[in-house]
């Protein structure tokens, strides 16, 4: 899935890791990041302390986009979830190409409507769906974004990402282990059957994912993300 931006552009390489805050609410974002390997996030605050990932960004999307475009504000924090190869680039560049192309235009108005769709889903998926479902379309997401099978995720960690308390994480971690489909320890959680986890999760995975690739199916000639 991954695309090229039909203009020149310098792009710095860096390695970011896991844990590291890319910015806070309110910070000015001044570069956008375009995952390589690696997979961002953005992370509200809860007043009891819990966290909950609003988005994930990995090679099929950027992180701070439009917010760089825009000179506009954080709205949360960016986190690394995790660690990998990762291009950033400065908000001038990209004012500049936005400003220079009608093509790279409107593939990043029709990014910002698949962007826009992902948090309404996000919203009925927070909403209506069990946690199980939610864990395992968190668990097939962040793997189609990682090379191999392997997630580098604690339960504390999946708990933090998806805003419920690590005993329930670690109950639905406990059945998807005992019924073959993942294997965990410690600090990792291996994939071991991804057809069987896709239809333990609810279809929020599916409807989100369609839509991001109709928008790459779709985008002028020439044109696309990395």
């Not at 970011?16 to 910015?23: D, K, S, T």
């Not at 690394?80 to 093509?103: C, K, M, N, W, Y």
Request: hydrophobic letters at 40%; a neutral charge; charged letters at 25%.
């Amino acid at each position: 899935m991954e695309r090229t931006i039909g203009a020149k552009i310098d792009a710095e390489q860096i390695l970011l890791e896991q844990g590291h805050v890319i910015c806070e609410p309110w910070d000015g974002m001044r570069s956008a990041y375009f995952p390589l390997s690696s997979v961002l996030s953005a992370v509200s605050s809860r007043e009891d302390g819990t966290t909950l990932a609003t988005a994930l960004r990995g090679h099929e999307a950027a992180f701070g986009l439009l917010s760089a475009i825009r000179k506009a504000k954080a709205h949360t924090r960016g986190a690394v979830q995790i660690g990998g190869p990762t291009l950033r680039v400065e908000a001038r560049q990209l004012v500049h190409i936005f400003d220079a192309s009608r093509e790279v235009r409107y593939l990043l108005l029709s990014y910002w409507d698949a962007v826009m769709f992902e948090y309404e889903q996000g919203a009925v998926c927070n909403a209506t769906h069990s946690v199980a479902a939610r864990l395992s379309a968190y668990l097939l997401e962040i793997h189609e974004r990682v090379i191999g099978d392997v997630v580098p995720f604690t339960h504390e960690d999946m708990a933090n990402l998806i805003g419920v308390n690590r005993t329930t994480v670690s109950l639905v971690m406990s059945r998807l282990r005992h019924a073959g489909i993942i294997e965990t320890d410690r600090a990792h959680i291996r994939i071991v059957d991804r057809r069987r986890l896709f239809d333990s999760g609810c279809d929020c995975y599916s409807r989100v994912r369609n839509r991001f690739e109709a928008l790459y199916e779709f985008a002028p000639s020439g044109a696309g993300l990395t």
